[in-house]
């Protein structure tokens, strides 16, 4: 994967390996807090910024640490731990400079840690073999296709509130088929670019 452009892994895993409309990791959260668009688009950014910098944060401490002291089979325990503490560091900020978006995210925002999205990013990273800098543009690409989804839904999750729906469809009906949809669109994404 050495030769592989970090460009093209960034693109490819916003549109063609979509973490959340491809592998359909991170789908609890997305269908949870995609009701209105202001708040999709803080859990959005959160989740890439965490994204991003766990990828940098878990590339050091699995080939730094983890692999020289021959203990490499920690990784989850070790990546879970990063995650924790970049969630919490995340935690603090949002709450000290936006207490109401603090409060719209709720329960989701320290649930970040356990998103499967975040965790599957760096057990990909590993699995793939990417270098220090694929790594970081696979997280950062990856947070951003999952903003690109969550931003999609909410915004016609809102458009949905003003429309006749039947009422057996409502709700988590019609929020899992416009999901589908969705990531139908993306899989047509996927015969231009393989990042795997």
């Known amino acids: 994967m050495e030769n592989l452009s970090p460009w093209v892994i960034f693109f490819a895993s916003i549109f063609t390996g979509n973490i959340l409309l491809s592998f359909f990791l991170g789908m609890c959260s997305f269908l949870s807090v995609s ?31 983890l692999e020289p002291l021959g203990i490499d089979y920690l990784r989850y325990i070790a990546f879970i731990v990063v995650i924790a503490g970049v969630v919490q560091l995340l935690e603090m900020i949002i ?27 760096a057990l990909f990273m590993v699995i793939r073999k990417y270098t220090f800098i694929q790594s970081v543009m696979f997280g ?12 999609a839904l909410a915004g016609i999750r809102q458009r949905l509130n003003e429309q006749k729906i039947p009422p057996a469809l409502q709700g ?17 994404f996927s015969g231009m670019v393989q990042i795997m």
Do not use: D, H
């Open 95 to 121: 709450e000290r400079f936006s207490e109401a978006l603090y409060i719209n995210l709720g329960i989701f925002l320290p649930l970040i840690t356990v998103n499967c999205a975040i965790l599957g990013v």
């Open 35 to 65: 009701k209105q668009v202001k708040t999709a688009l803080g859990l959005g950014l959160a989740v890439t910024f965490v994204l991003t910098v766990t990828s940098a944060l878990n590339y050091v401490v699995f080939y730094y640490i």
């Open 140 to 151: 950062a690409g990856s947070g951003l296709g999952w903003l690109l989804a969550i931003l």
């Open 172 to 188: 988590a009906g019609i929020t899992l088929i416009i999901s589908g949809l969705m990531a139908m669109a993306f899989i047509g």
